[in-house]
């Protein structure tokens, strides 16, 4: 069974960094991509940032780029999103994901709030 927790949110003040975790367990991490997602209150959920299987390819929304960073450690089978320089329009729930067949797995999310 798959499972992914999140876990590193809570309340940073502008310009604060934050590190979320994703762990993952119930298939082979080492195969899959992870996608990093973030819902905002009243909007959409969007994607934010993937992480390809090996680690060695990252992509960003263009409002973080520079700003966060993935990486996976495939032997903690834990993946990572870095966020430096956060701004209050970051503020939302942050979500890891990974399609596994035709599955896609979800994490329950964590909160991060920016705020002064």
């Known amino acids: 069974q798959v499972q992914l927790v999140e876990s590193g949110g809570g309340l940073v003040q502008p310009g604060g960094s934050l590190r979320l975790s994703c762990a993952a367990s119930?298939?082979?991490?080492?195969?899959?991509?992870i996608r990093w997602y973030r819902q905002a209150p009243g909007k959409e959920r969007e994607l934010v940032a993937t992480?390809?299987?090996?680690?060695?390819?990252?992509n960003y929304i263009g409002s973080v780029k520079g700003r966060f960073t993935c990486s996976r450690d495939n032997v903690k089978n834990t993946a990572y999103l870095q966020m430096n320089g956060l701004r209050p329009e970051d503020t939302a729930v942050y979500y890891c994901?990974?399609?596994?067949?035709?599955?896609?797995?979800w994490g329950q999310g964590t909160q991060v709030t920016v705020s002064a």
């Open positions: 992480i390809n299987s090996s680690g060695a390819g990252t």
């Open positions: 994901n990974a399609i596994v067949g035709a599955n896609s797995n």
């Open positions: 119930g298939f082979t991490f080492s195969k899959y991509p």
